[in-house]
């Protein structure tokens, strides 16, 4: 057995820090912050001229030679700055399943476009009577000759507003069990009969209701075989689900916050620290972030190893996404009155982040399967119980 | 990275699983309740050399490393056997790192007993009250409590205890064999002095936290899987209760909270074989998840016993008290937790 962690990517760190003090503008975060959207087009777009989407992805489907640990870095660094890059997570699942199923002709063109920022692709998966139930989708896609009528409606098609396209899954077939009659599309968001409506969220992230009204679509914009979307959906999942845990090697959590509670005096006058109920919270968050980090590191081992962790990758979902809700709860009352304070009250403890991620952690507990799920997953897999989900 | 068991550590995890798994039978936990303490299967583990297992081989022991210690001590918490084996092992290896840098005579001839499995020596955990140490675990059955008096470590002896002739158990939740140790019968024995004895009595508290977290994963594994098989053969309303979500979904809290304590104590067992400076707060992790784990695990696997659960005759009571006794000869775990912090992050500026 060896625990090391080693920073593989060391060497290209301050590289990709000075890349982010070049390019990244200092206002940006702010604006995700307030607007909602986690996408910033300007950094896209430089992200794709420097060739860091494109590293490690063949030339030939538009990939650069740029070195591919630096990439990584690159967006690790990005990520430190506190911006998300909800549109490239997204696209980058697409591409990949591409990869997996797409013609060769998708390949060029479809990774093509998403390696040089032209094509940015939300996920259309979830349904207003459907979310963890994924395979229950109602949109309706009818074959025409050459082309594909979509009709229907999506739920939380996040960072759509600035989308070229949504990765649809669509029923193509009413006489088979639900998960057999699904096949995936990738349909333009600029084409006729595309609507959208945005939707505010606890967390402040913008996200979508998209609609479809006898969209059009031509064949070639079919990913994968017809109904076989279940499937090709599942390849993008691996992606989404389980990865988890911390890999950067900064400060934690609780290392942060206890900094700033022995640093910051309350009325009485003794520092947040000094409480020993504060001690204990930090104590409890400290281990569990050691915990969250540990079973992440598995699903990496058993990655590298060429083991495919199902189960791990449920574990560490269910445990870090349930220990985030009660981390940021536990701090937000050790703030006390101030812990409702918000970031743009602008006299918040710690700038507000307590508050803010005690609203925006509650999605992780939900989406990309609910803990519900990762609990039957693990059940199931781990302990041999009966699946209880209804026969298909 | 790699959470891999060598061939070596999987051998011994197997021939360990049968070895307790053959001599410690819920029939022979059972049997041996009223004092906590079977001499038969003592004599058992000191013949295999396990108290021992981790003293250097040049002063007679089995070179063991943490890890080895820890996989041990997960396979013993399978079956809790009514043995003080987290004790023995921590309190000889103490004697063992004593031996290596002063030279006591009493303390060199204590490591010999205790390596030949003459001696059953203890750990008593906390400070002396009174010159008292205070329900030592196994202290009923010791024949020497390794103990920390102001800067010395000393030895509290009585040629009148051991194991085949035991002092009064208080009646306790765990059934072990605990007692106080230094008053009547006890003489006392200074083994080493100074800051180098303080260091390793400490280091010896942190190993039997380490142990005790190993023990715990350990326990409340079989805890999982007697709720799990009870839940498939239990009907209800014309069920399984294994088809319950509420049933499976505390289970599966259950098993992802046991897989994090148990790779957590793995990491520490490894922080402390490659003499790593966050070994204490590993260690000290590792105790308070597994017994705060170990417990939750325990108790749900109980309730899903229902009224059956609450009876003696069923074997899940076993493990649910002792899922709450065994870590708390460590202290109040709210005091754990302070300490945590302490070593955490008072290192930094204030």
């Known amino acids: 057995m060896d625990f090391t962690t080693v920073d593989t990517l060391a060497e290209h760190r301050d590289a990709a820090r000075q890349w982010v003090e070049k390019n990244v503008q200092p206002g940006w975060a702010w604006e995700q912050y307030t607007s909602g959207t986690h996408h910033t087009p300007e950094l896209h777009a430089q992200l794709a001229h420097d060739g860091i989407l494109g590293a490690g992805w063949p030339l030939e489907y538009g990939g650069s030679d740029t070195d591919p640990g630096y990439a990584r870095a690159v967006l690790d660094a990005v990520a430190d700055a506190e911006l998300y890059m909800d549109g490239w997570a997204t696209t980058n699942m697409v591409l990949r399943t591409v990869r997996h199923v797409g013609t060769e002709e998708q390949k060029k063109e479809i990774i093509g476009g998403g390696l040089n920022g032209e094509i940015l692709i939300a996920l259309g998966y979830s349904e207003p009577d459907s979310g963890s139930d994924v395979a229950a989708a109602k949109t309706r896609a009818v074959r025409d000759g050459d082309e594909w009528v979509i009709s229907g409606q999506k739920m939380f098609t996040s960072t759509a507003q600035s989308c070229s396209h949504v990765f649809v899954l669509a029923r193509t077939n009413l006489d088979v069990p639900?998960?057999?009659?699904?096949?995936?599309?990738?349909?333009?968001?600029?084409?006729?009969?595309?609507?959208?409506?945005?939707?505010?969220?606890?967390?402040?992230?913008?996200?979508?209701?998209?609609?479809?009204?006898?969209?059009?679509?031509?064949?070639?914009?079919?990913?994968?075989?017809?109904?076989?979307?279940?499937?090709?959906?599942r390849v993008a999942l691996v992606y989404e689900r389980g990865g988890g845990g911390r890999t950067s090697a900064g400060p934690t959590l609780a290392e942060r916050v206890a900094a700033w509670a022995m640093s910051t005096s309350r009325t009485s006058g003794e520092t947040y620290y000094d409480d020993s109920r504060n001690k204990e919270r930090l104590a409890r968050i400290a281990i569990d972030e050691e915990v969250a980090r540990l079973l992440g590191m598995r699903v990496r081992w058993m990655n590298e190893i060429g083991e495919l962790p199902g189960v791990e990758g449920s574990m560490t979902k269910l445990f870090s996404s349930e220990a985030d809700l009660r981390h940021y709860s536990e701090l937000v009352d050790m703030l006390g009155p101030e812990g409702v304070l918000r970031p743009e009250s602008g006299i918040a403890p710690l700038d507000g982040e307590l508050e803010h991620h005690f609203r925006s952690t509650v999605v992780g507990t939900i989406y990309g399967g609910a803990s519900e799920i990762q609990r039957e997953i693990i059940a199931e897999g781990r302990l041999g119980l009966p699946r209880n989900r209804p026969k298909q | 990275m790699d959470l891999s068991y060598s061939d070596d550590q999987q051998q011994l995890r197997e021939n360990l699983s049968s070895f307790f798994s053959k001599e410690s039978t819920p029939e022979r936990v059972r049997a041996a309740e009223p004092s906590g303490f079977d001499v038969e299967l003592w004599d058992k583990i000191t013949a295999m050399g396990l108290p021992a297992m981790a003293v250097p081989e040049d002063l007679g022991g089995g070179g063991a490393s943490a890890l080895d210690l820890v996989l041990t001590a997960e396979e013993f918490g399978k079956r809790i056997p009514p043995v003080p084996l987290i004790e023995g092992v921590a309190a000889t290896n103490l004697l063992g790192r004593l031996c290596a840098t002063a030279s006591s005579?009493?303390?060199?001839?204590?490591?010999?007993?205790?390596?030949?499995?003459?001696?059953?020596?203890?750990?008593?955990?906390?400070?002396?009250?009174?010159?008292?140490?205070?329900?030592?675990?196994?202290?009923?059955?010791?024949?020497?409590?390794?103990?920390?008096?102001?800067?010395?470590?000393?030895?509290?002896?009585?040629?009148?205890?051991?194991?085949?002739?035991?002092?009064?158990v208080p009646s306790n939740l765990g059934t072990a064999p605990l007692a106080d140790r230094g008053a009547g019968v006890d003489d006392k024995v200074v083994l080493a002095s100074g800051p180098e004895a303080v260091a390793a009595y400490a280091r010896a508290r942190q190993e039997w936290q380490l142990l005790m977290a190993g023990a715990l994963v350990g326990l409340a594994q079989t805890s999982l899987e007697m709720g799990a098989d009870y839940a498939q053969q239990r009907h209800a309303f014309g069920v399984l209760i294994a088809w319950f979500q509420t049933v499976q979904h505390r289970l599966a809290d259950g098993i992802t909270t046991l897989e994090g304590a148990r790779l957590l104590t793995y990491e520490a067992a490894w922080a402390a074989d490659e003499g790593l400076a966050n070994t204490a707060v590993l260690a000290s992790m590792a105790f308070l998840f597994s017994s705060e784990m170990a417990f939750r695990v325990a108790a749900d696997s109980l309730h899903l016993h229902g009224g059956y659960g609450y009876t003696l005759e069923y074997d899940i009571q076993m493990y649910f008290r002792r899922a709450k006794a065994w870590p708390l000869a460590y202290g109040d775990p709210k005091d754990g937790y302070g300490s945590l912090a302490a070593q955490l992050f008072e290192h930094e500026e204030r």
């Open chain 1, 178 to 233: 639900k998960h057999k009659g699904l096949t995936m599309f990738l349909v333009p968001t600029n084409v006729d009969g595309f609507d959208l409506q945005p939707i505010y969220t606890l967390g402040g992230q913008r996200t979508n209701a998209t609609f479809y009204s006898d969209v059009r679509v031509p064949d070639s914009m079919r990913i994968g075989g017809v109904d076989e979307g279940w499937r090709v959906m």
């Open chain 2, 105 to 168: 005579e009493v303390a060199a001839q204590l490591l010999a007993d205790a390596v030949a499995g003459d001696a059953l020596v203890s750990l008593a955990l906390n400070p002396l009250v009174a010159g008292v140490a205070r329900l030592v675990p196994a202290g009923a059955v010791a024949d020497a409590v390794l103990a920390l008096d102001g800067g010395d470590v000393v030895a509290f002896r009585s040629s009148e205890v051991s194991p085949r002739s035991p002092l009064p």
